[in-house]
């Protein structure tokens, strides 16, 4: 992977092009919302799996219980391949505001960008442990859909731990958040 480069320069490289697809990736706190926000503001559909689970499933804990996050996001996720899907067949420019923390989830994307006759870009936003915990601590006196799940210190730690970096072969555009 090269260098990071810096917010600005990474929005810069990124036009609305037919089937584009940037597909966000890094851990809580990176600035994924932001950014996949950035581009929608220049013209991507933005599908965002956090608001999805939101408007779909409710509040973490109020609207349902703890136990069931796993079953509200997979059932997100495949409501956001299917809008993937129908963007792709009109030809838009897309960009899926997800952590994918997996290889394995990037290239499921990834496949479905390439049976939709698009292409797509790894956009990485990195930061520090540092950088990420306080944007945590900040975010957790809110309460919305992009700011819904509680992490404390423990979550941070698997998080952190779990997080599979994109590799050189993935080309994806590395970022310094």
Same mark, same amino acid.
């Given at each position: 992977?090269?260098?990071?480069? !810096?917010?600005?320069? @990474?929005?810069?490289?990124?036009?609305?092009?037919?089937?584009? #697809?940037?597909?966000?990736?890094?851990?809580?706190?990176?600035?994924?919302?932001?950014?996949? +926000?950035?581009?929608? @503001? =220049?013209?991507?559909?933005?599908?965002?799996?956090?608001? $999805? #689970?939101?408007?779909?499933?409710?509040?973490?804990?109020?609207?349902?219980?703890?136990?069931?996050?796993? +079953?509200?996001? @997979?059932?997100?996720?495949?409501?956001i391949k299917t809008q993937l899907q129908a963007a792709l067949a009109q030809a838009q420019a897309v960009v899926v505001d997800s952590a994918f923390w997996s290889r394995?989830? =990037?290239?499921?994307f990834a496949a479905i960008v390439a049976r939709g006759g698009g292409k797509h870009r790894i956009v990485y936003l990195k930061a520090s442990e540092d950088l990420l915990?306080?944007?945590?601590?900040? =975010?957790?006196?809110?309460?919305?859909?992009?700011?819904?799940?509680?992490?404390?210190? @423990?979550?941070? #730690?698997?998080? !952190?731990?779990?997080? +599979? $970096?994109? +590799?050189?072969?993935?080309?994806?555009?590395?970022?310094?958040?």
């Amino acid at each position: 992977m090269r260098d990071p480069i !810096l917010i600005a320069d @990474a929005l810069a490289l990124l036009s609305p092009e037919p089937r584009l #697809v940037v597909l966000m990736c890094g851990v809580a706190g990176s600035g994924k919302t932001t950014f996949s +926000q950035a581009l929608a @503001a =220049r013209g991507f559909v933005r599908l965002s799996l956090d608001e $999805e #689970v939101w408007n779909t499933a409710g509040r973490y804990g109020l609207d349902y219980p703890p136990e069931a996050y796993d +079953q509200a996001v @997979a059932a997100a996720r495949i409501t956001i391949k299917t809008q993937l899907q129908a963007a792709l067949a009109q030809a838009q420019a897309v960009v899926v505001d997800s952590a994918f923390w997996s290889r394995t989830h =990037r290239e499921d994307f990834a496949a479905i960008v390439a049976r939709g006759g698009g292409k797509h870009r790894i956009v990485y936003l990195k930061a520090s442990e540092d950088l990420l915990r306080s944007r945590i601590a900040g =975010r957790s006196v809110r309460f919305d859909a992009n700011a819904a799940l509680p992490i404390d210190e @423990a979550t941070i #730690v698997r998080f !952190l731990a779990s997080f +599979q $970096e994109p +590799q050189a072969d993935e080309d994806a555009l590395l970022v310094a958040a």
